[in-house]
C-alpha cells in the first residue's frame, strides 16, 4: 500500500482537499501550504524553500529570537523591580505566563515579517492594533482547525451550519485589513527611500523583491505576498 501510495500513484495523492478554510481563509488557495498541487504549488515551494525557509534566512535571523528572548525576560525583571516595595515577604510577583509566551513569539515572529515589536516597552505600535493583530491571527489558527459539513458532504456547501463560513469571511476581511496596512506603509517607504541593510531585511521585504508586479497563475502579487506572510506567521506560531 505504500508503494502504491508513494510511488505508482503519487501524483494522485499528492494533492490537498478542497476544504471551505482554503476557500475563505487561504485566498481561494493562493497559500501555498493549502493549495492544489500543480504549477502554482511546485513554483511558491521552491521559492519559500530557497528565499524564505531556507537555512540561509534562518541563520541571519537567530539574532531576533536571541533579542527578543533578553529583552521579554528584562522586562519582567524590570516589572518585578517597579512593584519591589509593593512585595510582600515571599518576594514574587504574579505572572501570566500564558500571556507573556503569546507576547514574546508573536515580537518574534512579527520583527521577523514586517520589522515589528508588538507588545512590550520598545514598541511603537498601539496596544489596540497588537490585539487586533494577534486576536485575527488566533482566531485564523481556530478556523482551519474545524471540519465544516460541507466539507464532508460538498452539496451542503451552500448551507452555513453553525456559522463557520460567516466567522471566517469576517476573519479573513480583518487580516487582509492588516497585510493591506502593512504592505501600504512598506511601499511609502521605499517611495520615501528608506532603504533596509541587506542583513536586516524582514520577510516582507524579499518578498516584495520577488513578487512586486508579478502574476503566478492568475494570482497577482499583493494575493502572493499576503497569502505567503500568513504561511509563515502560522509556522512560527504554531512553533
Not at 536571541?66 to 514574587?92: G, P
Not at 494577534?134 to 481556530?142: D, F, I, P
Not at 460567516?166 to 476581511?173: E, I
Amino acid at each position: 500500500m505504500a508503494k502504491e501510495c508513494f510511488t505508482t500513484n503519487d501524483m494522485a495523492v499528492s494533492s490537498r482537499p478542497k476544504l471551505v478554510a482554503t476557500e475563505h481563509l487561504a485566498y481561494k488557495g493562493a497559500m501555498f501550504g493549502f493549495a492544489p498541487y500543480g504549477p502554482y504549488w511546485r513554483q511558491l515551494r521552491k521559492i519559500a524553500t530557497l528565499e524564505i525557509l531556507s537555512n540561509r534566512r534562518v541563520e541571519q535571523q537567530k539574532h531576533i529570537h536571541i533579542s527578543e528572548v533578553r529583552t521579554s525576560i528584562k522586562e519582567l525583571c524590570d516589572v518585578w523591580s517597579s512593584k519591589k516595595s509593593e512585595l510582600s515577604s515571599s518576594n514574587y510577583v504574579l505572572v501570566d505566563m500564558k500571556e507573556w509566551f503569546t507576547h514574546l513569539t508573536f515580537n518574534m515572529v512579527l520583527r521577523m515579517v514586517v520589522g515589528k515589536r508588538y507588545f512590550g516597552a520598545k514598541t511603537n505600535v498601539e496596544e489596540e492594533e497588537a490585539q487586533r493583530c494577534v486576536e485575527a491571527l488566533k482566531e485564523l489558527m481556530h478556523l482551519f482547525g474545524i471540519i465544516t459539513v460541507g466539507d464532508v458532504i460538498p452539496s451542503l456547501k451552500l448551507f452555513d451550519f453553525g456559522g463557520h463560513v460567516k466567522a471566517m469571511n469576517a476573519t479573513s476581511k480583518r487580516l487582509d485589513k492588516i497585510l493591506d496596512e502593512w504592505l501600504k506603509e512598506r511601499r511609502h517607504n521605499k517611495i520615501l527611500g528608506e532603504k533596509v541593510d541587506g542583513q536586516e531585511q524582514d520577510i516582507l521585504d524579499v518578498l516584495l523583491s520577488l513578487f512586486d508586479g508579478t502574476t503566478i497563475e492568475g494570482f497577482d502579487s499583493d494575493i502572493i505576498i499576503k497569502a505567503t506572510i500568513l504561511v509563515y506567521n502560522n509556522q512560527n506560531d504554531n512553533w
